[in-house]
């Protein structure tokens, strides 16, 4: 892994985890493969608190574990799983696409597994029908079936999933609701021929509606009945984990889509019945779908009309390259991508050819490729007539490699995140008073408008916070709110970067 790969997760795994975590997952993503002792000894940490980070680790599906170099009588080793670590920055998009999808309901219930890392159906249901009763108004409650007729459309679509195998052994400390499994590796869940059958589960009744008073005690008997519930319902050890695999399908399949329906209309999102297309209309839309210079539809055969494909790759490798040439225009102007896309194009050019081809005058066309140059963004080749390699009789062409300009422009995303994380950060920490003192106000709020208190009482807490602190306020949340919003920004750079990265090294 790359540095600022390493970086990235650390800032993650602290984010989410806390510091513990974040020592332990970033040694063992230096390390490779350790086992628990010498990760307690190399981080000079206790060895409860290492337990207790593999547990959450392993809970998440961050770490991977199995038998050691001396066999299964050995001690078991423990390996990070950086990619699974590294959907933690798609939390966001997975909960929003979730909301798009199946509404509130399911939000909720994408948002629970992530947030535990695996949970019981039954578990998931009574969470979930409690936090939108709480949120309805006093009378209303949501009924449960409600919430697992939700569950059953995200598992039937394959968007949720179960575990491979149910977590066996015994636990250090009861840090989490499943505990530290034995010596074998679980296999991968599409391999288990249960993944998607949803169990029968004895459940019934409305969510309840906790007061601000009960949460703390619900809180910390939450853990020790979890178990008890759900041998009752039926689903005791039936795990289910967050299917990110189909999301990343969701997210590819949009992209493609909405690239399409840029450059023609939105008539390709779904042929469904209903949109009477004639036939002569659709032979003319696909038409241009198989002329269009983006090739992400092909046509094979004749017979019956030809069969239509979508090729996956080509799609993949021309939004990569809208990404790079979108790149080098912000940061080097609009002729220094017309260079830029000239490149691609062309394959390889001497810098006569630039000049002409692009019509940009000889001196800013030099100064643009060798900007381009060094930053790794252009190559040049040289192409010898003679053995000597002399100047005089050496062509020396200008081109642009795809793969490898999406790599780099990868490691810069990873970098870009990475800053804003830490800005971010950087300015909750240096406002932690002021968002603890509006957080308390908010909750003193809260409880007085339950209670029903007067119109006078609830302006005088509100006036506990200055003028002065309330602009600060604002300020603070627009500035995060613009962070967060980069963030997801960039990430979906990540997403089809390494989707076409992946696809190249899947189609050689």
């Not at 984010?15 to 513990?20: C, I, K, R, T, Y």
């Not at 490779?32 to 547990?55: I, Q, Y």
């Not at 799609?315 to 225009?329: C, G, H, I, M, Y």
């Not at 810098?351 to 930053?375: C, G, H, N, R, T």
């Amino acid at each position: 892994m790359t540095a600022q790969e390493v970086r990235l997760c650390g800032l993650l795994l602290q984010e989410h985890f806390g510091n513990v975590v974040e020592k332990v997952g970033t040694h063992l993503i230096r390390s490779g493969v350790l086992t628990l002792r010498a990760l307690a000894h190399e981080t000079k940490l206790p060895l409860d608190l290492v337990k207790k980070s593999l547990c959450v680790l392993v809970q998440h599906g961050m770490c991977t574990f199995g038998a050691g170099r001396r066999g299964p009588a050995g001690p078991v080793e423990y390996r990070i799983n950086c990619e699974r670590v590294f959907h933690m920055l798609r939390y966001p998009r997975y909960i929003y696409t979730a909301k798009s999808l199946y509404g509130d309901t399911g939000e909720l219930i994408v948002e629970e597994i992530l947030q535990r890392g695996q949970m019981t159906m039954s578990s998931t249901v009574k969470t979930v029908a409690d936090r939108l009763t709480h949120n309805m108004p006093e009378g209303q409650s949501m009924d449960y079936s409600e919430v697992v007729s939700a569950f059953s459309q995200l598992v039937e679509t394959h968007f949720l999933q179960r575990c491979p195998l149910a977590s066996a052994g015994s636990s250090s400390s009861g840090a989490v609701d499943t505990p530290l499994p034995v010596a074998t590796q679980p296999t991968e869940p599409e391999s288990h021929p249960d993944c998607y059958k949803l169990p029968y589960i004895n459940l019934t009744g409305q969510g309840k509606r906790r007061r601000s008073s009960e949460d703390g005690e619900a809180d910390q008997c939450a853990a020790k009945k979890a178990r008890t519930d759900d041998s009752e319902c039926g689903d005791d050890r039936i795990y289910w984990q967050v299917n990110f695999q189909r999301f990343h399908l969701h997210f590819r399949d949009q992209a493609i889509i909405s690239a399409v329906s840029c450059k023609l209309d939105q008539i390709f999102r779904a042929l469904l019945s209903s949109y009477n297309i004639a036939r002569p209309i659709l032979d003319q839309y696909l038409s241009l779908l198989v002329d269009d210079p983006m090739e992400f539809v092909g046509k094979t055969g004749d017979s019956g009309g030809g069969m239509y494909v979508v090729n996956l790759h080509r799609a993949l490798a021309n939004l990569a390259r809208a990404t790079l040439e979108s790149v080098v225009q912000e940061r080097f102007g609009s002729r220094s991508a017309r260079i830029f896309r000239l490149l691609l194009r062309k394959r390889h050019l001497e810098q006569k050819q630039v000049e002409d081809f692009a019509m940009i005058p000889a001196k800013e066309a030099k100064d643009m490729l060798y900007k381009l140059l060094s930053e790794n963004l252009v190559q040049l080749q040289e192409i010898p007539k003679t053995p000597d390699y002399a100047p005089s009789r050496t062509f020396y062409l200008y081109t642009v490699n795809q793969l490898p300009t999406a790599r780099l422009l990868l490691q810069h995303s990873y970098k870009t995140v990475g800053n804003l994380m830490e800005r971010r950060l950087y300015e909750t920490k240096e406002n932690k008073r002021l968002l603890e003192k509006s957080q308390r106000i908010e909750a003193i709020l809260a409880s007085l408008q339950a209670t029903g208190a007067e119109a006078a009482q609830l302006t005088e807490v509100e006036e506990m916070i200055t003028v002065p602190e309330r602009q600060q306020l604002e300020s603070l949340r627009h500035h995060i709110n613009k962070l967060d919003s980069s963030e997801n920004q960039v990430d979906e750079t990540i997403f089809l970067l390494k989707s076409y990265i992946n696809s190249t090294q899947a189609s050689r």
